[in-house]
């Protein structure tokens, strides 16, 4: 089935320290798996994203790694702030049609940095 | 370059009530969807449309109605209000396929049924 699971449901750190939020997903032909950060009362954001062939991709404290044979990917946090509280959905991508797909998220991480 | 926007950005309605939800963007993006969130939840695709004249049920489509007139536009209509419709709709685009391209979301609408 059309299956993204997410854990922890709540993460808190001391700031500074690292964070990792982890999700697997249940279809093999799934290629694409952005992370959005979603801060109360606002839109989904896209921090960052990565596409099944590659590994791993990072952007300055955020990376993110797959494993395709797993089916799983993660999101890194290092040096955490204040300002990175917020609920993270990672999400995969599922075939619509010959044409498009459809983004299945997964349940959502409550992040909170403690100063 | 606004875009995409939703309107109102809130909304009360009573049981059996009907509103449309307007969605519009500027991108000339071909692919267009509607999501709602439940509190303290993820989100779940309602409608999906991959061009104009051209729309598809998501996972949670009853109780919901949706056009696709023109590129810019894709209006989710709802009928028959229920409280279980009481829920955040995001309206999201992007250009071509997923694999290749971000999927941008409006700042969403907050509907609460009575």
């Known amino acids: 089935g059309e299956n993204v699971e997410q854990h922890p449901s709540t993460l808190s750190v001391q700031e500074g320290d690292s964070a990792v939020i982890k999700c697997t997903y249940s279809?093999?032909?799934?290629?694409?798996f952005p992370w959005y950060k979603q801060e109360l009362g606002k839109r989904p954001q896209l921090i960052i994203d990565?596409?099944?062939?590659?590994g791993e991709k990072k952007d300055q404290r955020i990376a993110v790694t797959l494993n395709k044979t797993a089916k799983h990917f993660s999101l890194h946090i290092t040096e955490t702030q204040p300002e990175d509280s917020a609920v993270y959905f990672c999400?995969?991508?599922?075939?619509?049609?010959?044409?498009?797909?459809?983004?299945?998220f997964g349940q959502g991480t409550t992040l909170q940095v403690k100063p | 370059n606004a875009g995409v926007t939703q309107t109102p950005k809130f909304r009360i309605l009573k049981i059996g009530q009907s509103m449309t939800l307007q969605c519009t963007q500027d991108m000339n993006h071909n692919y267009m969807y509607w999501y709602r969130q439940d509190p303290g939840m993820g989100l779940k695709l309602i409608y999906y449309s991959v061009g104009a004249g051209i729309t598809d049920k998501g996972e949670v489509p009853n109780g919901y109605n949706v056009s696709r007139s023109t590129t810019e536009d894709f209006p989710l209509r709802l009928e028959l209000a229920a409280p279980s419709q009481t829920s955040v709709y995001f309206c999201a685009a992007h250009r071509g396929r997923l694999s290749t391209d971000t999927q941008y979301f409006g700042p969403g609408t907050r509907l609460t049924v009575l």
């Open positions: 279809d093999s032909a799934s290629n694409y």
């Open positions: 990565i596409r099944s062939n590659v």
């Open positions: 999400a995969a991508t599922y075939r619509l049609s010959s044409n498009t797909g459809k983004l299945i």
